[in-house]
């Protein structure tokens, strides 16, 4: 599965949108791109998916770049309980069962 | 309510005493996992099972067990638990979507403490 790299943390403001950048360069064409955070020691939590076309849920937006080496999460408009660790994840379909969650955007939200 | 659910949620116990920390899931998924998550190292996979009787390991596999019985339980055994061992263990359950890609919805962690 590819790799991908994000920056280590980012700061938003309360109310503005979050935009958080993934760097996965060596993607190939049956990989998918996950989006997962982590509040404090929780259990992660799933935020959205996918393929090659930008996805929007009603929790975020993922945008895909044409050639798919780099994507954003998109949280429209950030509250403090999105303060978290964002993990960018790409696997295959067959391979998405075991999801290799490196370090993540630890993400703070500030009033 | 659809959910992932973990016993014990904090366990401290010594060397060698066998253990077992049990995860179920009630949203009839094929799929469950076993992580374990440590500081600067992310979350790792144990062991996973594809269906009732179907196990396989992961990426740190060594001194851990795991049964799948029946399709909504997946317990972790530790035989003989050691100080490595110490960590926050989360259990996952998979969700076929659209697309064939995995969702997974996460417990809420065991933390564990080995002296």
Redesign the interface.
Known sequence: DAKTTQPPSMDCAEGRAANLPCNHSTISGNEYVYWYRQIHSQGPQYIIHGLKNNETNEMASLIITEDRKSSTLILPHATLRDTAVYYCIVSRETGANNLFFGTGTRLTVIP | EAQ?TQNPRYLITVTGKKLTVTCSQNMNHE?M?W?R?DP?L????IY?S?NVEVTDK??VPEGYKVSRKEKRNFPLILESPSPNQTS?Y?C?S?LRSR???????????T?LTVT
């Open positions: 992932v799929y996992s992580y998550q600067g992310g979350l790792r996979q996973y594809m992961g990426d926050l989360f996952a998979s697309g064939l890609a995995y969702e997974q919805y996460f417990g809420p962690g933390r």
